[in-house]
């Protein structure tokens, strides 16, 4: 039942949206429809029609309520009013629950809310998240998720953002908003802010549901393969990524006979799907350089050469510094770590590197290969002042202990001189 409940959460909360133009109003209906679906399923069963049970209840709540309240009636009809002139409501699906999340994806990540207000409504409206929960997920008090889910509620009711989806002409603007708040919460999952786990599980599953629903409802936006191709295949590996203790295990020690081959041949078959019929987005070439990593047997028989010329054709999409991060540590892999190294140490003066860890680390790995452990040292330190969690700050210390034992190691002949 739980399962059915957050499953039809989103579609509830959109039908009603769309009906009724008001997101409290929605939410507050169908919570107290999905309580009246606990109360009496369990008695007479769950009706062959979940789904329409549960919003022919909600809509009965809606409609009482705005009986009682002529007032707030009529603001919503004012809402209604501006919403159909705005875009004519689409006829309804009288063969079923008519299936409207779109609206809310694009409208949780209506460019006038702010990022991280995109990520808290989305989990609250489309992943049916309680705030408490979507709290936890940002390890943040409840009374601080409150607040920003009411404000964006607010934003969204003072700017009278129309609940609807974009016309053809606008969606390449605003579809990768879109996806971007969905990518957005895979990566917290993936690799967690703040606390004592490297990965939150829960939000990567929730992710790949939400890129899912988009995959049904958007077919024919590449992008949309691309994304949920990227995150299958990264997710593909969650479980060799931790050690039984929950330590971080990096991806040329971990034991690839873990990774979740299911997973792996869903997303390789989405990238052909993502880069096909026009000029590749910047989630199919991600998607296929994780592939690319999924493929190989190990770090040696990689392809980096196709790697590097992915990560090129990434820049000239995403020309951010962590791009060329990762670009120059493929380099190293293809050409050499000082041909490597030299392209990282050109970065040293991008200012949104200096407080990246992964940059630090990067450098002090191939300083640590080429026998440089003083810097590397050093470099590591600056890593661990910088890492989120625990696991990422367990992780550097026995990298120091390892570049320490190296010099010992390094400076012993001399010592016996």
């Not at 809402?79 to 809310?104: F, I, K, M, N, Y």
């Not at 979507?134 to 920003?148: C, G, H, I, S, W």
């Not at 203790?245 to 869903?266: F, P, Y």
Request: hydrophobic letters at 45%; one cysteine or more.
């Amino acid at each position: 039942m739980e399962a059915v409940f957050r499953e039809e959460h989103g579609r509830l909360l959109a039908a009603l949206v769309r009906r009724f133009g008001d997101l409290d109003l929605a939410e507050e209906v169908a919570s107290e429809a999905l309580e009246a679906a606990l109360v009496h399923w369990p008695v007479q069963g769950v009706p062959p029609k979940p789904g329409a049970w549960l919003m022919t209840t909600a809509r009965r709540r809606a409609v009482d309520r705005l009986r009682r309240d002529r007032a707030y009636a009529a603001r919503l009809a004012v809402l209604q009013v501006d919403a159909d002139r705005a875009a004519p409501a689409p006829p309804e699906d009288t063969s079923g629950l008519p299936d409207e999340r779109l609206l809310l994806f694009f409208t949780c990540a209506h460019p006038a809310l702010s990022g991280e207000d995109r990520v808290a409504l989305t989990l609250r409206c489309l992943a049916g998240l309680t705030t408490p929960e979507v709290a936890r997920a940002f390890l943040v008090p409840v009374e601080t998720m409150a607040k920003r889910i009411t404000r964006a509620k607010r934003k969204i009711r003072q700017a009278r953002i129309p609940f609807r989806v974009p016309g053809v002409e606008d969606l390449p603007q605003r579809l990768p908003g879109v996806l971007q708040v969905v990518y957005s919460v895979f990566t917290e999952g993936y690799a967690a802010s703040s606390g004592q786990e490297l990965q939150r599980l829960d939000l990567a599953d929730e992710a790949i549901r939400l890129a899912r629903i988009l995959r049904r409802l958007l077919p024919d936006q590449r992008e949309t393969a691309g994304l949920l191709g990227l995150m299958l295949l990264v997710h593909a590996r969650r479980a060799a990524r931790t050690g039984p203790r929950g330590e971080l295990v990096l991806l040329d020690e971990q034991d690839r006979t873990r990774w979740d081959r299911v997973m792996i041949e869903e997303g390789l078959a989405l990238v052909p799907v993502a880069l096909s019929g026009g000029p590749p987005g910047p989630y199919g070439v991600q998607a296929a350089i994780a592939a690319l990593h999924d493929e190989a047997a190990d770090l040696a028989t990689t392809d980096w050469p196709q790697i590097v010329a992915l990560y090129d054709v990434l820049l000239t999409l995403i020309p951010s510094p962590v791009v060329a991060v990762n670009r120059a540590v493929a380099v190293a892999m293809r050409d050499g770590l000082g041909v490597g190294l030299t392209l990282l140490e050109g970065l040293a003066d991008e200012p949104r590197l200096r407080d990246y860890a992964p940059y630090a680390v990067a450098r002090a790995d191939l300083l640590h290969r080429l026998g440089r452990t003083v810097e590397a040292a050093a470099l590591y330190r600056q890593a661990l002042d910088l890492a989120r969690t625990e696991p990422e700050r367990a992780h550097l210390r026995r990298r120091l202990e390892e570049v320490a034992a190296d010099s010992v190691g390094a400076a012993a002949p001399e010592e016996r001189t």
